[in-house]
């Protein structure tokens, strides 16, 4: 993760060397969770800005979007996370992430 360039950064740099990027977006918590609503990261193929927490959840937005990016195509979708039952994070709650991809670059 390079935590110099803040995620809105991100995005402009993406758009200047037309590289394709994801935008993940917490829009929902309900109960403990490592970020608040409203947090957002960008991701690429190699490279992740910003954050939206950290640990397993970060990860699996990041393998999402990485999986996304690879089909070429833009694109939206609503990810569910139970940290405990699915990313085995400590905190316990709920977080919806959007995720919106870029990769027809103009």
Sequence with gaps: MNSNISWSEAINDCKR???????????NTQGSSPRKAGSKMVITHDRSFDTIGGGQLEFAVQLKCRELLLTSEDSQDILHFPLAACTNQCCGGTVSVLVEIFCCTR
């Design 17 to 27: 060397q037309g590289e394709p990027w994801a935008l993940a977006t917490v829009i």
